[in-house]
């Protein structure tokens, strides 16, 4: 029932831009912690940002800092990914997670709710 749809991604070229989103159903994010992850082929899942619901509070990986932007619409119940000067080696599918704790943690293996992803590929 719980249900995380994903959208955004798509082919674009480096230094372009692309807004992921993740909308939730069958639940809502106010008591989660949400993350963005990708992951490369063959190559681990990465976290890439990270946003807890209640207090506001965001995380980055050192590769995206400066360039990704993760954000909130309460009231649509959905979570952004803003991604700009995009380069080559963001090339993934993007994923959108969730944990039912006000904490964000950097492992995909402790969240329980999954998007189905979406390709984000950079050209150069």
């Known amino acids: 029932q719980v249900q995380l749809v994903e959208s955004g991604g798509g082919l674009v070229q480096a230094g372009e831009s692309l807004r992921l989103s993740c909308a939730a159903s069958?639940?809502?994010?106010?008591?989660?912690?949400v993350g963005w992850f990708r992951q490369a082929p063959g190559k681990d899942r990465e976290f890439v940002a990270g946003?807890?619901?209640?207090?506001?509070?965001?995380y980055y990986a050192d590769s995206v800092k400066g360039r990704f932007t993760i954000s909130r619409d309460s009231a649509k119940n959905t979570v952004y990914l803003q991604m700009n000067s995009l380069i080559p080696e963001d090339t993934a599918v993007y994923y959108c997670?969730?944990?039912?704790?006000?904490?964000?943690?950097?492992?995909?293996?402790?969240?329980?709710?999954w998007g189905q992803g979406t390709q984000v590929t950079v050209s150069s």
């Open positions: 946003k807890s619901w209640s207090s506001g509070r965001t």
């Open positions: 069958g639940m809502t994010f106010s008591s989660y912690a």
């Open positions: 997670a969730a944990r039912s704790s006000v904490v964000v943690t950097t492992s995909w293996l402790s969240y329980d709710y």
